[in-house]
């Protein structure tokens, strides 16, 4: 089992920055990629950014592209941060960081990550 706790979120102006934490703890061995998804209120839950462990490699929703980055450490630690730049009020949600064993690919599918915080709330005011 692995548990994702996220820090970080908070009350932001539009235009501010906000970086988010993930850590996980547990049976993070066969952990490979990790992300963030976030649901706003009255909205499905979405993607948001995600990265491979081992390569480094990212993903991005498009309309966060140039503005958040996704980024680990080197560390036998499986932790995650998420730098938020510019944030628009569009980007108040609940955001949750998640991991996944699968091996492959990074995903944009809620569906292939086992595992989820509990979320942390960010919001953006205009």
């Known amino acids: 089992q692995v548990q994702v706790l996220e820090s970080g979120g908070g009350v932001v102006q539009a235009g501010d920055s906000l970086s988010l934490s993930c850590a996980t703890s547990g049976r993070t061995n066969n952990v490979f990629s990790m992300g963030w998804f976030r649901q706003a209120p009255g909205k499905e839950r979405e993607f948001v950014a995600a990265?491979?462990?081992?390569?480094?490699?990212?993903?991005y929703k498009d309309s966060v592209k140039g503005r958040f980055t996704i980024a680990t450490r080197e560390s036998t630690e499986k932790t995650v941060f998420l730098q938020m730049n510019n944030l628009k009020s569009g980007d108040t949600a609940t955001y949750y960081c998640?991991?996944?064993?699968?091996?492959?690919?990074?995903?944009?599918?809620?569906?292939?990550?086992?595992?989820w915080g509990q979320g942390t709330q960010v919001t953006v005011s205009s």
């Open positions: 998640v991991a996944s064993t699968r091996w492959g690919a990074i995903s944009q599918d809620s569906t292939e990550y086992e595992y």
């Open positions: 990265i491979d462990l081992t390569s480094r490699l990212t993903s």
